[in-house]
């Protein structure tokens, strides 16, 4: 059965001028891929937030009656709590609080299905939690009498303590594992000179089915955010035979939870490490600059922003022309494509192509036959370009060959001889 729940945002001067009830719907989003029915939004406009209450005592009484009418189960608040807000708030209103930060990472947990996804998820949640047991032992130490309230209350508390701290040590620990073979696997792909490219985004910004439509594959993509969370790594083929590696990412999202940044880091540096980033914009969303922004933000903050960027803006089939030519003269360098359509697929990877240095040049090669490393090149060569001729004459080896520019400085430096 779902959950009932009652939304409730804050506005006040520090916040930059954008419509209040785009917040809420973004957050009714965010209950709905929860599972929960909204059936109540509340607004406030305060100068800054109630240390106790967060909303004022007042708010919080009309609240609880308005929570009463509509008999909702849950109320979601559109920012972080602190332990002693939550607290006053659950006795107040006499039902579950749930703040953004635990939302998403509720969804988080629900949706991650590789061991690597759901070790962060579970660091993100016992991070989150660690400092709201630490305000429930200081309210146990007021109460100072009564049954279950001294000793024993606290001996628990200190032992969930140290059973939080333990995991998060061990959790720590598996990431790190898993942050080394990414490395590792990262490293392999460069070796073998094969580019990759990942798309990141706001959530909902149809990553995924651009994903599908570069690759092939059929990558589960919905109109809901955070479907996708564990990484989708894809080889392309593109037609003349060349590959190119395509990754899908977690959606990004206006204040991602710190815990969740630092938990996804290992996942993260896979954006970090891509050759080319695919920023894939939601066109017809009238916050885009918002969310364009805010994904830029986790960008910095995982030390993704020095990787080439192509933004391509998506959904464009829900523009009209003027829209579309607008976009063209504010993002001169940037595509406007239709995932689910296929419309501007074609220029997507020829712009690919360029950004990668993919394109080809016409190569003579020349060997010593008898040189265990250039055996080796002529390997290489033949997996990673296209013959022309291969011609064997006194002990040396002569090929011609089509093969990416950004491949050449690798011939270079290992020693065979290059010819125009």
Do not use: W
Not at 189 to 218: E, I, M, Q
Not at 236 to 254: H, N
Not at 336 to 365: P, Y
Request: net charge positive.
């Amino acid at each position: 059965m779902r959950e009932r729940a009652a939304l409730v945002g804050l506005i006040n001067d520090s916040q930059r001028p954008f419509d209040p009830e785009h917040s809420l719907d973004e957050l009714a989003g965010l209950a709905a891929a929860a599972g929960a029915d909204v059936v109540l939004r509340v607004l406030q406009e305060r100068a800054k937030p109630d240390p106790a209450t967060f909303l004022g005592s007042g708010k919080v009484l009309s609240l609880a009656q308005s929570c009463d009418a509509t008999r909702a189960d849950a109320v979601i608040f559109d920012n972080e709590l602190s332990p002693a807000q939550l607290r006053n708030l659950e006795a107040a209103l006499d039902r579950k609080i749930i703040d953004r930060t635990q939302l998403i990472l509720d969804i988080f947990a629900a949706r991650a299905r590789t061991r690597e996804g759901k070790l962060q998820v579970e660091l993100a949640q016992l991070k989150y939690m660690m400092p709201r047991l630490v305000g429930a032992g200081a309210a146990l130490s007021r109460l100072g009498g009564g049954i279950g309230t001294r000793g024993p209350g606290e001996t628990k508390l200190e032992t969930d303590r140290r059973r939080i701290r333990h995991r998060i040590s061990i959790l720590s620990k598996e990431i790190d594992t898993v942050r080394r073979r990414r490395a590792q696997l990262r490293e392999r792909r460069h070796k073998s000179a094969v580019p990759t490219v990942a798309l990141v985004g706001y959530t909902n910004a149809g990553k995924t089915t651009l994903f599908n439509a570069l690759t092939g594959d059929r990558a589960v993509a919905s109109n809901a955010l955070f479907v996708t969370l564990d990484p989708l790594l894809r080889k392309v083929k593109l037609p003349d035979r060349r590959e190119l590696i395509v990754s899908d990412t977690v959606g990004f999202i206006e204040r991602l939870p710190h815990t969740l940044v630092a938990a996804f880091r290992a996942t993260l540096e896979e954006v970090a490490g891509a050759d080319l980033l695919l920023h894939v914009i939601d066109a017809a969303n009238p916050e885009r600059e918002r969310q364009v922004d805010a994904v830029r933000t986790v960008l910095e903050t995982v030390g993704a922003d020095r990787v080439p960027t192509l933004d391509v803006f998506n959904k464009c089939d829900r523009l009209d022309a003027s829209e579309r030519e607008r976009l063209s003269v504010v993002s001169p360098g940037a595509l406007c494509v239709s995932a689910l359509t296929g419309d501007g697929r074609d220029e997507l990877i020829a712009a690919m192509e360029s950004r990668l240095a993919l394109d080809t040049a016409k190569v003579t090669f020349e060997f010593d036959s008898q040189d265990e490393s250039c055996r080796d090149q002529i390997s290489q060569l033949y997996r990673l370009g296209r013959i022309l001729t291969h011609a064997v004459s006194d002990g040396h080896v002569t090929i011609e060959a089509e093969i990416s520019r950004r491949l050449l400085a690798r011939f270079r430096r290992e020693g065979s001889r290059v010819g125009p």
